[in-house]
Every structure is written in structure tokens, then in C-alpha cells.
């Protein structure tokens, strides 16, 4: 295998050795921590209830809620003079979550997403250019110091000004960049629209992650884009970016388990789900000195994909995002999220590019209606013939449909172009019940 | 002297002597890159040319245009690949002035920037908040990197959300910010506004630069925020902010002479101004791998503050940046900046927060027209009295003027808040000879 760190190629035993040493050492680090002398002496837990992993379930999870209580110190588990950087969680009013690092976890930040970079082929050699903005949000200067420690020329681009970022894409030749998906599908149909090739850029890998999108967005953007795109993970509870990031393979984001442990819980019961069943992620930082913090839900939700990865590591893999715990619908007394929808559908090749799950009510009974574009080839084909076979394929998806939901909703399928579109964004939830 | 680095002690022989052997090794490197080798080939330079100091005026200028013509490669000294970072300067169109830094490039300008903040009384254990924009724009990550070579708690507040901005500096007791001097009075105001007293915040030094302010406007910033307001110069093609800065002496900013060779021209001859001139500022880089630039031509005015510094540092002063060179005026064949005309209001304590210059026609020849208001407290006392108090003051401004500009212009006394505002800029300058 090659890569930039030792422990990428650690066996699952030698993952499960470091995480108990690094979980007590952490729990030891935490109680230093107001917050968590507290929270941890209520629950009568110490590095020495730690005795295996499995002792990780007797510590209390904790919320944002609590890191937001907790503003600005009761997390420090470090005088603050040893603290040098703060970073704040964005889009939020009021009260911040903020978390303060040292230097220490500053550079082992800077590794894991050195790490990250060097997985999807970028090397010291390359440009890379920065496309996120800088300042609190942790995608800006996380990455920028990935790359840093890398050693590839950094171009600290910022947000903005696409010119400009087309201009030193082109004249530096830039080798990979690290970019929103919104905003590659936005430059690559501006490009085109211009006339312009945007196969043509010199860039052939991309970051994408910090905010949801789905596996089809992906493609399109590297398709449209003419480079690979990987998709990234992180949060700033936990640095930022660097917890978990796709491999060459693209199939599923392996998570840095020297780092952090994840756990998949069911967001209602918060026990674990069944291994490969959608829920909310929870982390556990490993290796952090200023603000370790345990077992925390982050609310994103995924899953994890199980099997060996074929390019060696074993460092567990979790799907893309799935969406939000708040996301969680209830129909009929089943539990289920938007993008477990969504999975169904992209699985028939007859469905097109865009859907909508609507909510309506069937006399006093909440029930679901979802529309979905039929792929306009496979339409026209079919539409000489008689409409038996479009009644298979909304039977086939109905059937699909209740075996994952279990529950059977009503399926729609509209022509092509029909439904109002969505770009790279998660599928859309329409809430009817109302009207 | 409690100083950072043993370089700020150096006498001025040692200076010199460091110089000479950086200038002869920065000719060496500069050799490297495509441009120079062709440009200091004609002029016939190379390192043994360098025998003195006084070798460098033999060395051509290099300007703006020339870095123009010179994207993206020509200025590169070193393989691209031993370069980790890429800025370009801000507020232009067309073709950007890039300047590429090796990782002994970062290292060096993040050292310089950690020694300014150190000269101003900022240590380890304080917080800092940087609320100038990250990206290509050096003032960003320059004043960051230098924050986190010092250890100081640095919070990447960028640009803007003046909310959390006040929030941070109260809640983690932000003892140094570094802010656009308009900002800095514009917070001072809205803050009063909102009836709390800005000189209650924290924040005891604040480092300001990026946009050209007056004595006057520090004062008030220090008065209005209850802080001391160091400036600090720099500009991207000399890394950033870190060339120049403030000791707490106030009076003139250290240029850091064992990393640069500052010169002051005459923009119109290009020869040396006599002491204490105002002039261009044209500077070389001295430790500069990636990109060294030799003799640069700035644009910018000011001149040497001479005589020693009460703080001990041999490392030549140079005033607040007076203008551009652009900004030259020439009446009755007289060349001569607005600054110069600043600079003789100042000295009359009659004289109130605002002017004008306005050039004009009388008959055929060009004249210039100095309004000026007159201290409220002055003129209420003395109008009571007959006007050749006024007068006789017209009079001494008028002929101060003379010594100054070599010229007579025509000074006009009027009440204080007669003229429009302009808010810590420079001041302000009105052609009405085309009227
Ligand atoms: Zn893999
Ligand atoms: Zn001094």
C-alpha cells in the first residue's frame, strides 16, 4: 500500500490495541476538563473503567447542546495558554460551538488530512488550489495545512471570484483542488456555456465534501469536470476536515480509527444500529489535548459499509452523508430517511435524475408519495408499446420500496424534465399534510 | 532590550555587514529565476559585482509592470515544486502579481511577523484575533502564521460578523487584534451608539495596516477603543505585512533591515532623496528563496525618521506610509505630495480634523487652494476679538507652507464641520482646474 502514514496500514487488532490505550489516556485528559469532571465523576468513570473497548458504551454521550452550555471553557481540558488556535462551528446564531486547539493537535490535524490528500494521489509536487473560505470555518485552513505538510504549492484561492480561480487552475496547473460540489457544478456549466471545455482544466482531483450530496452529484461533476472527485467528511466538534475521506476505490469514506472511534447508533433509542443499517454518527476523538471530547453525536447520518476495501486499509468505512437525524420521517409507524429513498431509486436504470418525496395525507392517514422521472431514453423506447411495462416498473419500485421501508408508499412516475430541479443538493421532502 | 530575536540588537555595522553577504547570496539566487538571469545579465551583475552596499544602486529597478509581464514563471528561483505557497496581491484586474514561497520562505516572513508582535507587548500566553480576510490576500494568513510562531491563541475571525467579532474579543479576553484602521473606528462609533463603551473591551493593542490612515485617525482609534494602535507595513510582493512595524516608541516604523535593504527615490530622478525627504519606497529582498526581488519600486511614499529609537533596535524607521507615488502634485513647477501639506496643518494647533486641497486656475497658472478648519474652542474664543488674530494665523500657515513646498499657496481659514467629512483617509485632494 502506498501510503503517507504507518498506521494506514494497521491491522483491525493493532486499530483495536491503540484505541484502548488512547481511549484512557483521552478519558484521563477529559476529566481535566470542568465539563467532563463533572459529567464523568456523576457516572463514576475514570481512565480505569476503561478496561476494553466495549467499557466505551459506559461513557455519556455528548450533544451540542452541551458544547454549547459549556461556551467558552468548561471543554479546555489544557491551561489556555498552551491553547493556539480556536475555531467556531459555523451558520449558527447565538451561542457558538467552539473548539480550542494545541499545538500539538494543530499538527496531528495537519497529518490526518496530509494523509488524506497523499490516499487520492496528490503529492508534494502538485498545485493545489484552495477553493473554500478561510477564517473560522475549519474547511479552509484544515485543508490549507494538509497541503502545507504535504508540501504541494498551496494557492490559498478563498471563496469567490471564479475568474480568478479558472485563471490559476489554468496557469499553475493545478493538479487537484478542494471545491463545494455546488460550486463545480456551477463552474463547469458556466465554462460550458462559455464555450469552453471544462474537461480541459488541468485539475484531476477534486475535494468535495461540507455539504451533503449525492452519489450522482459526484458523478456529474466528474464527468462535467473531467477529474475524479473525492468526497470528504469532518466536523469542526471534530477539528474539521480529516475524519474520514474516501479511499481510490470510491466506495464508502474510511475513518481515521488511530483518530477517532465511530459508533452508529439508532438516534431514538441510541443504542448501535445493525451493522449496515442507516443511523446517527458518533465520535470519539483520540488524540486531541485541548478539547477532547467523547462520544459525540454529531447528528449526520450514515451507515457503515462492511467487507475489506480493496485498497488494504482497514480503517472502517461509512457511507457518504445520508442526511440529518432531524431528517427522520415517520409514516405508518416506520422510521425511515429521504436518502433510503433515494438508494431505491438510483438502483433502477429506467429512473431519471430527479424525484421529490412528498407527504400527504390518505383520508386521516399520514402516507408517502413519491414522484419520480423516468429516464426520457428508456421512455420514448417504450411509449410505441403498451403501458404494461411502466406499470411493472412502478410495481417493481413499490416492492423495492416496502422491503426498505417496510411500509408500501405510492409511486409516481412522472416524464422527464417535470419536476422542479434540485442541483447536487440532497432529495427534496415536501410536506403536504397540511394543505 | 526584551526583544524576540538577537537580530533586532544588531548595531548598525552589524546590519551592514549582514547585508552585503545577502545581497551577494540573494543576487546569486536571483540569478536563477528566467527574469533576472536575462535582466542582470545585460546590466552585467552578478555577485562578485556586489563589493558594497553601495554596489546596489548599480543593480536595475524591478516594478509592478515588471512582475506583470513576468506571470506566472519568470520571477521563480527555485523548481516550482520546492514551493508551498502561492499569493497574489489584492485589488487588481487583469494579470495578477503572484509571488511564490518556499517552506524557509514561509518560515522567514512568519519569524518577521512573530517579532513585530513581539516588539508591541504581545506574548504567548495572549489571545489574538486576526479579523482581517484569509486567502491570497497576505494580510490574512501573514499576521496568522506570525500569531501561531509566537503561540498566541489565535482566533481566525476573518472579515466582517462584527457580532461575533465583539463576542470573541470578550469572551476569550483578546488582549491584541489585528484590524483595518476604518473597522477599527467603525466598531469604536457603533458601539458607542449602542451606549457601551468600547474602551471596556479587552483588547489593549490593536495592529493596524492594509490601508493608508493618518496620525490623527490612530489617535482617535487609540482614544475611541481605549488601546494602543501600532502600524504595521508590508506588501505582498515583500511577503506581506512584517516589512515594517511599529515599535512602542510610536514614532516611525522598524524596517527590518537584516531581511530587507530599504531605499527612499525620488520617483522622477529614481536617484536616493536627501535624509528625511519624502520619497518612493523601493526594497530587496534579503532572505527570499522562492521569489527574491531586487530594488522593488512600491509606489509608496514616506521617509527616514532619523536619530536613534528610544527603544534601542538599529533597524532604520521610516513614517507612515504618506501617499502613493502617483499622488505627486506639481504646481508652479513645484513637486510636492499632499502628505507634505498634512504634515504643516498638524503643527498649528488651531487647526481643526479637516482640509481640502483644491487645485485651481488663476488666470493661466495653477495654484493650489488650502482650506482649512479652524479648532471650534479657538475660534469661539477669539471672535470676539478683531480678525487679525486669524489673520496673522493665515499668515504663519501660509508661510510654513512656503518653507515646505517651495511654493506660496492660498490658505483659507473656515468653521470647523464646514467641509465634507473624510473619515481616516488620507486627505483629500479636489482638481477644479478643468472647472
Ligand atoms: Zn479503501
Ligand atoms: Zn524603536
Request: charged share 30%; glycine share 8%.
Amino acid at each position: 500500500m502506498d501510503c503517507l502514514h504507518e498506521e494506514e496500514k494497521w491491522t483491525r487488532d493493532e486499530i483495536n490495541k491503540a484505541q484502548l490505550v488512547r481511549l484512557q489516556n483521552t478519558v484521563e485528559q477529559a476529566l481535566k476538563a470542568p465539563y467532563y469532571a463533572k459529567k464523568l465523576k456523576e457516572a463514576k468513570i475514570n481512565a480505569s473503567t476503561i478496561k476494553s473497548l466495549d467499557d466505551l458504551k459506559k461513557i455519556p454521550f455528548t450533544t451540542k447542546d452541551d458544547l454549547r452550555a459549556g461556551y467558552p471553557d468548561a471543554f479546555l481540558a489544557t491551561p489556555r495558554s498552551e491553547i493556539v488556535r480556536l475555531h467556531a462551528s459555523s451558520g449558527t446564531t447565538g451561542t457558538p460551538t467552539v473548539i480550542c486547539h494545541t499545538q500539538d493537535d494543530i499538527n496531528s490535524w495537519a497529518d490526518l488530512m496530509a494523509r488524506c490528500m497523499y490516499m487520492v494521489g496528490i503529492r508534494r509536487e502538485d498545485s493545489f488550489q484552495n477553493m473554500a473560505g478561510y477564517g473560522l470555518f475549519t474547511g479552509g485552513l484544515g485543508i490549507h495545512y494538509g497541503a502545507e505538510r504535504l508540501g504541494c504549492m498551496t494557492i490559498p484561492a478563498g471563496a469567490g471570484n471564479t475568474r480568478r480561480q479558472l485563471k490559476f487552475i489554468q496557469d499553475f496547473k493545478v493538479k487537484a483542488v478542494h471545491i463545494l460540489p455546488s460550486y463545480a457544478l456551477h463552474i463547469g456549466e458556466k465554462l460550458k456555456e462559455d464555450g469552453f471545455d471544462p474537461r480541459e482544466l488541468p485539475a484531476k482531483i477534486a475535494l468535495i465534501g461540507a455539504e451533503p450530496h449525492t452519489e450522482e452529484a459526484r458523478q456529474r461533476i466528474e464527468h462535467l469536470l473531467g477529474l475524479r472527485a473525492f468526497n470528504s467528511y469532518g466536523l469542526s466538534e471534530m477539528n474539521g476536515p480529516g475524519v474520514a475521506f474516501e479511499c481510490i476505490a470510491q466506495n464508502g469514506l474510511h475513518v481515521w480509527e488511530d483518530a477517532y472511534i465511530v459508533e452508529i447508533i439508532d438516534p431514538k433509542t441510541l443504542e448501535p444500529v445493525k451493522d449496515g443499517e442507516i443511523g446517527e454518527l458518533v465520535f470519539t476523538t483520540l488524540c486531541r489535548k485541548g478539547m477532547p471530547i467523547l462520544r459525540y453525536r454529531t447528528r449526520d447520518l450514515s451507515r457503515f459499509i462492511n467487507g475489506s476495501c480493496v485498497c488494504g486499509r482497514e480503517h472502517r468505512r461509512i457511507d457518504r452523508i445520508l442526511g440529518r437525524s432531524d431528517d427522520m420521517l415517520i409514516i405508518k409507524g416506520c422510521n425511515f430517511y429521504p436518502m433510503q429513498v433515494e438508494q431505491v431509486l438510483l438502483s433502477f436504470p429506467q429512473v431519471g435524475q430527479n424525484y421529490v418525496l412528498e407527504l400527504i395525507k390518505e383520508g386521516s392517514i399520514d402516507q408517502l408519495q413519491v414522484k419520480v422521472e423516468i429516464n426520457p431514453a428508456f421512455f420514448e423506447e417504450e411509449k410505441k408499446e403498451d403501458m404494461r411495462v411502466l406499470h411493472q416498473l412502478q410495481r417493481n419500485i413499490a416492492e423495492r420500496l416496502k422491503d426498505e421501508l417496510l411500509f408500501t408508499p405510492k409511486v409516481d412516475l412522472v416524464e422527464a424534465n417535470s419536476l422542479p430541479k434540485s442541483e447536487g443538493k440532497a432529495i427534496r421532502v415536501v410536506d403536504k399534510r397540511k394543505d
